[in-house]
């Protein structure tokens, strides 16, 4: 008797930033950047709100790992 496994294959990925699954981006390290945030980043200001949470963020995913 045979068994049948069945793999849930997982699509995507969930972003570290926004946490939300998205199938387009890249990762970093152990981690996941989707293509919206990475533009996000890119565009941030050093020195504002949105940047300072960004950095915090990837610091934390590398301390983390
Ligand atoms: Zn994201």
């Given at each position: 008797m045979k068994k049948t496994?069945?793999?849930r294959v997982q699509m995507g990925h969930n972003?570290?930033?926004c946490e939300t699954r998205k199938t387009q981006g890249y990762r970093l390290l152990h981690s996941?950047?989707?293509h919206t945030c990475e533009q996000k980043i890119v565009q941030?200001?050093?020195?504002?709100e949105d940047y300072s949470l960004?950095?915090?963020?990837m610091?934390?995913?590398i301390?983390?790992?």
């Open positions: 496994t069945v793999l972003c570290l930033i996941f950047i989707c941030s200001e050093a020195g504002t960004y950095v915090q963020k610091r934390k995913m301390a983390g790992n």
